[in-house]
């Protein structure tokens, strides 16, 4: 079992920065492709970025690379998310996985927090 607990977020303006936080507890929690998802009202479920087991190998949507970065430490369980250059639309429910597949397809990661709250005032 892994559970994951994002923070983070919360009210930012347009062209500014946020580092989401993801603690990971559970053993093995650091074995996991961790990845960040984001939903915004009315829209579906959308992969962020991504990161592998050791740090080592990222990917991140192409339409976010530049602004967005992901990383983790594996010592302290977590995964970050630095968000700079922020846009209105950014904005949404930002969650972080743990899964086994190297994938930006959600349903196939195993477990999920329960997101934080990002909101860019333009």
């Known amino acids: 079992q892994v559970q994951l607990v994002e923070s983070g977020g919360g009210l930012a303006q347009a062209g500014g920065s946020l580092r989401l936080s993801c603690a990971a507890s559970?053993?093995?929690?650091?074995?996991?492709?961790m990845g960040w998802f984001r939903q915004a009202p009315g829209k579906e479920r959308e992969g962020i970025a991504i990161?592998?087991?050791?740090?080592?190998?990222?990917r991140v949507a192409s339409s976010l690379e530049g602004r967005f970065t992901i990383s983790r430490d594996n010592a302290k369980n977590a995964v970050y998310l630095q968000m700079n250059s922020l846009k209105a639309e950014d904005t949404a429910v930002y969650y972080c996985?743990?899964?086994?597949?190297?994938?930006?397809?959600?349903?196939?990661?195993?477990?999920w927090g329960q997101g934080t709250q990002v909101t860019v005032s333009s």
């Open positions: 990161i592998s087991t050791g740090g080592a190998t990222t």
């Open positions: 996985a743990a899964g086994r597949v190297w994938s930006f397809t959600g349903r196939l990661y195993d477990y």
């Open positions: 559970g053993r093995t929690s650091s074995s996991y492709v």
